[in-house]
């Protein structure tokens, strides 16, 4: 079991540009989703889903774009980047009805300069 | 909304102090409350959680207890190791069955 995994683990993006941050979970959860960690922050919810086919925007969803296609994958795309965007990146996933324990990527560390 | 707040970091303290973490929430209706922790390069992982008032949750030697009557839930252990080094996030879940975090405390424990 890999559990949850992200690529990349770091990434140096220029304003404008455009990137897909992957997630992937072999756990068969039914939901997965998307937090950015910034310094002397709590995480914030991006995206979420419930699963497959169907999204929903959590607390700070603008500037993102997700799809959810099949139960495993769970792609983040950052369409025009912008230094407000620098942080670092989770994906999660859990059971539908423990959705409290959720299992958490490594991470992805993301500059926009 | 829901809010968490915790004690701000980091904290260092010698390998077999005593640790407290102090944690306080707001939210409408009867959350549920967890501890997490982020290891050194690795996400979060769960460590404990109470459902209920007065529910004491414990891992690891860790614990902490729901207090309804101060909106708490104060994380503890007894002797902490090197090994403990990490950030600790206390969480709830509302009424929108979403996790909300506290901002974490970055724990450094010393020989």
């Known amino acids: 079991n890999a559990g949850v995994t992200q690529t990349p683990k770091f990434r140096i993006l220029k304003i404008g540009q455009s990137m897909t941050l992957q997630c992937a979970q072999d756990?068969?959860?039914?939901?997965m989703y998307w937090y950015r960690q910034d310094p002397g922050m709590g995480l914030k919810l991006i995206y979420y889903?419930?699963?497959?086919?169907?999204?929903d925007k959590g607390e700070v969803p603008n500037g993102y774009n997700v799809s959810r296609s099949t139960t495993e994958d769970f792609p983040l795309r950052l369409e025009l980047a912008a230094p407000s965007q620098t942080s670092v990146y989770f994906c999660a996933s859990s059971y539908w009805d423990t959705s409290y324990e959720q299992y958490f990527g490594p991470g992805t560390r993301l500059t926009v300069t | 909304g829901d809010s968490v707040t915790q004690m701000e970091g980091p904290v260092t303290l010698s390998e077999e102090a005593f640790l407290t973490i102090n944690c306080t929430y707001t939210?409408?209706?009867?959350?549920?409350l967890f501890w997490y922790v982020q290891y050194p390069g690795e996400g979060l992982q769960l460590l404990l959680k109470?459902?209920?008032?007065?529910d004491k949750g414990s891992n690891k030697g860790f614990e902490a207890t729901y207090r309804k009557e101060t909106t708490s839930f104060h994380l503890e252990k007894g002797s902490v190791q090197v090994s403990d080094s990490a950030v600790y996030f206390c969480?709830?879940?509302?009424?929108?069955?979403?996790?909300?975090f506290g901002t974490g405390t970055r724990l450094q424990v010393t020989l």
């Open positions: 939210a409408t209706g009867y959350p549920s």
């Open positions: 109470a459902t209920k008032a007065d």
């Open positions: 969480a709830l879940t509302g009424t929108a069955s979403k996790l909300t």
């Open positions: 756990m068969n959860h039914n939901y």
């Open positions: 889903s419930v699963g497959a086919g169907i999204t």
